[in-house]
């Protein structure tokens, strides 16, 4: 069974730094691309950044761009860097795993992390 | 970016009924489009890939269709456990951008 566990969510002051981090079980990890999504409090879904199952390509929302730094190893881990945070990065955040040859397409989804800036 | 814009916002309908929710892409996406389902407090739940491919588990009741810019979901009869929040998602450019949702709501 496909398991995803995020962590390291919490209060920062805005400017401040935070690591995410998703533990993956149940599946080979580097073979898969995974992604993370965001949901600010009652708004919709937002995706945040992208890695490739090799690591080797990254992608970033506009938003994040310059601040936040995706990576993955190979103790099965996703991790999300996020400096210079803002009151609008204020939200849940998901990592999510992409299927078989639709890298993009999430079919697994851990249950969340709130990160929460505000002084 | 493309923009994926969901219709309607919320919709109001009683167990057993049909549904149709719409979600309209800025421009081509072909057949890239992905529907999400997401409860209170849940994560999202993957239900149809592929503009019209069934999820693994998803019941019968939900069906896509569409492709290039206008696709719809929709849920033939409706159960108790479908009332939630519906997210479509494109995957055909970066960056990948979902619709605002539509809630189905009991009537």
């Known amino acids: 069974e496909v398991q995803l566990v995020e962590s390291g969510g919490g209060l920062v002051q805005p400017g401040g730094s935070l690591r995410l981090s998703c533990a993956a079980s149940?599946?080979?990890?580097?073979?898969?691309?995974m992604t993370w999504v965001r949901q600010a409090p009652g708004k919709g879904l937002e995706w945040v950044s992208s890695?490739?199952?090799?690591?080797?390509?990254t992608y970033y929302a506009d938003s994040v761009k310059g601040r936040f730094t995706i990576s993955r190893d190979t103790s099965n881990t996703l991790s999300l860097q996020m400096n210079s945070l803002r009151a609008d990065d204020t939200a849940v955040y998901y990592c999510?795993?992409?299927?078989?040859?639709?890298?993009?397409?999430?079919?697994?989804w851990g249950q969340g992390t709130l990160v929460t800036v505000s002084s | 970016e493309i923009v994926m814009t969901q219709s309607p916002a919320t919709v109001s309908v009683s167990p057993g009924e049909r549904v149709t929710l719409s979600c309209r892409a800025s421009?081509?996406?072909?057949?890239?489009l992905v529907w999400y389902q997401q409860k209170p407090g849940q994560a999202p739940r993957i239900v149809i890939y592929?503009?019209?491919t069934r999820a693994t588990g998803i019941p019968a009741r939900f069906s896509g269709s569409g492709s290039g810019t206008e696709f719809t979901l929709t849920i033939s009869s409706l159960q108790s456990e479908d009332f939630a929040v519906y997210y479509c998602?494109?995957?055909?450019?970066?960056?990948?951008?979902f619709g605002g949702g539509t809630k189905v709501e009991i009537k």
């Open positions: 999510a795993k992409g299927m078989t040859n639709r890298w993009w397409t999430f079919d697994s």
């Open positions: 149940g599946f080979i990890f580097s073979n898969y691309a």
């Open positions: 890695i490739t199952a090799s690591g080797g390509t």
């Open positions: 421009q081509s996406v072909r057949s890239n």
């Open positions: 592929d503009a019209s």
């Open positions: 998602q494109q995957y055909n450019n970066w960056p990948i951008t």
